[in-house]
């Protein structure tokens, strides 16, 4: 019984099981169970790992950032075994072409990623700092001369 629970976890790919031992009841046996929690990082920290690598990846339009455009898309994916995103597709647009289409490049471009279970939804923000003037002093250089 063991074996065919440890063959069907790893076929259905649930990585590896920890099996303890059975308990019937009035015994002190220990009772066999398959935990099917991937060891590694949390799901909280393979998402946070998500974001960063699509924000590295991220490219800002030219013509965008010239043009001083902003905007957030939200992008809805998997994630398949081999860490690639597949099913891409805008969710939300930012509200501008150029940007929605660097915000589903990026998802692309990330891979590898993470493995998630399900469809993911992530925000991809394109905002740029505010321009100091040539000339003008920032707060750090104020009275100092």
């Keep these: 019984m063991s074996r065919l629970l440890l063959v069907v976890a790893l076929v ?10 059975e308990v019937v009841a009035g015994t002190t046996e220990a009772v066999r169970f398959v ?3 991937p060891s590694g990082p949390s799901v909280a920290e393979r998402l946070l790992e ?11 339009p030219p013509l965008a950032r010239l043009d001083r455009i902003e905007g957030v ?8 075994h081999d860490g690639s995103a597949r099913g891409v597709q805008l969710f939300r ?9 660097a915000a589903t490049r990026a998802v692309l471009d990330a891979a590898p990623l ?5 469809k993911l939804e992530v925000p991809v923000r394109f905002e740029l700092k505010p321009r100091i003037p040539a ?3 920032g707060p ?3 009275g100092q001369r």
């Design 114 to 118: 993470p493995w998630v279970y399900g």
């Design 140 to 142: 750090d250089e104020a």
């Design 93 to 101: 647009t930012s509200g501008k072409p150029s940007l929605d289409r």
């Design 35 to 37: 935990d099917a929690m």
């Design 135 to 137: 000339g003008a002093r």
């Design 50 to 60: 998500i974001r960063r690598r699509i924000g590295a990846a991220l490219i800002y």
């Design 73 to 80: 898309a939200l992008v809805r994916f998997e994630i398949s």
């Design 12 to 21: 259905a790919g649930l990585g590896p099981v920890a099996l303890a031992d």
